[in-house]
């Protein structure tokens, strides 16, 4: 919760320089009466930091669908947006208007294969990340453009790791530090 303060703090300061002063001291009056609700607010709003990260997962198989949702659902600034036994229900679902930040893909399903569907999903999608029982080296092959890659069976270790990492290496806010 500390490193949330301080990086309200900072981005409160550089509303100071940068703003005129009407927008600054509105959220300092709110402050100090205690409503919270507006500090929110202006977090997601005025100074861009996400109360959430969406996730789409797409897996033919229920199973590795369950354990990825009961994952995001461990990780408090994750959100399930949905999640998809048939990739063309995703290819109808997820519309252009929608921004995914994290796509899970099955590799082997019925119908179509992942790296094919995020080809479709790529421009709705922050990144791709390629849940398989398949090697690394082999989806490489297949398809480079994806930005990780978590084995089955995947463990909560894993899949935490790796979203700290794209978070970490893409500078993104998290609303707490602890919580991966």
Do not use: W
């Not at 797409?58 to 998809?84: N, T, W």
């Amino acid at each position: 919760m500390a490193n949330l303060y301080h990086e309200i703090k900072c981005k409160l300061i550089y509303c100071l320089i940068n703003m005129p002063i009407t927008t600054v001291l509105l959220p300092f009056l709110c402050l100090a009466i205690g409503i919270e609700v507006y500090i929110v607010k202006l977090c997601t709003a005025y100074l861009n930091l996400p109360m959430y990260y969406s996730c789409a997962i797409v897996d033919d198989e229920q199973h590795a669908i369950d354990v990825l949702h009961d994952y995001i659902e461990g990780i408090r600034f994750l959100k399930l947006f949905s999640a998809f036994n048939n990739p063309f229900d995703a290819l109808k679902t997820i519309s252009a208007g929608d921004k995914i930040d994290f796509l899970f893909l099955d590799i082997d399903m019925d119908g179509m294969k992942g790296t094919e569907l995020s080809q479709h999903l790529r421009s709705k999608a922050r990144f791709v990340i390629y849940a398989s029982a398949h090697l690394e080296n082999e989806v490489r092959n297949i398809d480079s453009s994806f930005e990780c890659y978590l084995g089955k069976p995947i463990s909560m270790k894993r899949f935490a790791g790796t979203i700290d990492k794209l978070i970490r290496l893409n500078n993104l806010p998290i609303k707490n530090e602890n919580s991966l």
